[in-house]
């Protein structure tokens, strides 16, 4: 298959969602299509497969639980879909946000009983900001679900784009009969696959089949009838330009654990989604088909998987060109040509040793200690770079004391270099230097990780005095006055470690009142890369 094709084939997309709105359900469903596993439910056991892939570091196997992401490949319909395992529950962290930075869409699964959660909305805003296409898909429809109405009207209030059902739920929980698809005018009928184990053969009926009537009552069909034409006067149309653009949101309903509508999800997904798409560079856009040489960018970095050595291993999303294993290429931050070698990718539940692989991949390649977050590393004779990766609010701070101050040069490196490979963001009082250092972490494992990490890799005991402070604004515009803010009594004064001027707040309502205390001054979530 040539270069073209193969990028062409290509679906790279992560899964966002709240905890326990069916992520790890639905992706189990996904490689049960695809073949990649014979029976669903082998990637879940959280505490089995997935930590044999990834027992990397004690503190995982300690817990339990995934401290790294990474990437699930399978074949499904002609198509080679990546899936970004974006990490959620206790170990979500700037990584969970970072990895949306490799992905070309997203599939927003939300809980039919609950709505948009607290999750759902800061990974949208990355979505959103990246302009890349969402699809929702409402799950748990087998259970008792809100109103419909309602639900699609909170997507759109709360996060900002507006929806468009591509079919529609008769009922939920135990009425719940199947879904009606509005292009074709028929009803997927539900039916028990035995909570999933088996692929659910897919009944179809027209809406006017006198059939109906064994499936569906004749008070749901009514109601469905009634909810279709509200639907189509009210409810925007299918637009592929929206949606490609991210302003327009598929919705699809159904029941990850019952599989019910996820191979209907699917097609239509790998349809409505598209190939590996052009990205910034410093030199104009670089589109994946145009330019056959190898590209790529650095989103994660993977440290300490084998404590022996303090080797790292820097996750890639490529984004043109084809890679091959050993080959050499130029990392542009770092001005010189390198090797990359071992590279690994994750099939399903378990790590292998890769040989090729194409635009829209992400690989994990032997970093010596020379990557950043952000990087390019290309063959490309023109040497560009893409646009870096911003930095992401954290939410929770904490002071750290050293235990033994007789061990600052330790400490000071172990921080420095911790924070380098993104588990953690560093910064400082705003009028002093670094004897005071505060940590800020996007999930609060991260504390413990950093504790963990220097103690067991640089030998330095510390102490974290957790602070009250909870959103994170970065000052767009420095020529204002700083000394002269006019802020909140909850405010603080920070600088990072390029001394550039944040605030800290403990309630959200003081940053709108800062902002209108002080005519002129712009603060962002987001920190410049
Ligand atoms: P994650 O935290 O988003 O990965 O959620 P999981 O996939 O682990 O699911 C959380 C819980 O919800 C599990 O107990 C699942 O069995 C259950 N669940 C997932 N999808 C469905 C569904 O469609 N219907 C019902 N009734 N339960 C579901």
Known sequence: MSRIDEIKKRRTFAIISHPDAGKTTLTEKFLLYGGAINQAGSVKGKATAKHAVSDWMDIEKERGISVTSSVLQFEYGGCCINILDTPGHQDFSEDTYRTLMAADSAVMVIDASKGVEAQTRKLFKVCAMRHIPVFTFINKMDREARDIFDLLDEIEKELGIPTCPVNWPIGSGKQFAGVYDRKSQKIDLFEDTMKGTKMGTMKEIALDDPEISNYVTDEAREVLEEEIELLDGASAEFDQELVDAGELSPVFFGSALMNFGVENFLNYFLKMTSSPLPRTSDQGT????????????????????????????AFMRICSGEFEAGMDAFHVQGDKKVRLSQPQQMMASERKMIDKAYAGDIIGIFDPGIFSIGDTITTSPKKFAYEGIPT??????????????????????????????GAIQIFQEFNTGMEEVIVGVVGTLQFDVLNYRLQHEYNVEIRLEKLPYEYIRWIENTEIDLENLRGTSDMKKIKD????????????????????????????EFGKA
């Open 286 to 313: 670089i589109d994946p088909i145009e330019e056959k040489d190898f590209s790529a960018f650095v989103f994660k970095i993977q440290a300490n998987m084998n404590k022996a050595h303090r080797d790292r291993i």
């Open 392 to 421: 992401f609010a954290p939410e929770h701070f904490a002071r750290v004391r050293q235990v033994n101050t007789m061990k600052r040069k330790q400490f000071i490196k172990g921080i420095n270099e911790i924070a380098q490979e």
């Open 497 to 524: 470690l390029k001394g550039r001027p944040l605030l800290l707040f403990i309630n959200s309502w003081s940053v709108g009142m800062t902002l209108e205390r002080n005519e002129g001054l712009v603060l962002s």
